[in-house]
Nanobody
């Protein structure tokens, strides 16, 4: 079965950086788009970033554009989220997610959590002011 395992979260001061990793197993990683979402206490889960199965296109929420970078290493079955210039409002549990359909997903398809069938357990990111 498909498994997604996030790592790399932690406590960082405002202005700092973290890199999250999500290791995938259970199917051919390179055939599937990947996404990152986050959920802050008392708030709904929100889209952060996504990358197409080909890796050619990436998408970002306006709130993280220019600060976060999503990438994938198909040889390592891993997707990354490099987070720079972190702000206290970035504090949340971060989840990686994958759709069930191969070779699928462009643009707004990947912004919705309903498009994803598999989710990791999440990793906590806390940004202190």
């Amino acid at each position: 079965q498909v498994q997604l395992v996030e790592s790399g979260g932690g406590l960082v001061q405002a202005g700092g950086s973290l890199r999250l990793s999500c290791a995938a197993s259970g199917r051919t990683f390179s055939d599937y788009a990947m996404g990152w979402f986050r959920q802050a206490p008392g708030k709904e889960r929100e889209f952060v970033a996504a990358i197409t199965w080909s890796g050619v296109s990436t998408y970002y929420a306006d709130s993280v554009k220019g600060r976060f970078t999503i990438s994938r290493d198909n040889a390592k079955n891993t997707v990354y989220l490099q987070m720079n210039s972190l702000k206290p409002e970035d504090t949340a549990v971060y989840y990686c997610a994958a759709p069930g359909r191969p070779s699928w997903g462009y643009g707004s398809d990947l912004f919705k959590d309903a498009s994803y069938d598999y989710w990791g357990q999440g990793t906590q990111v806390t940004v202190s002011s």
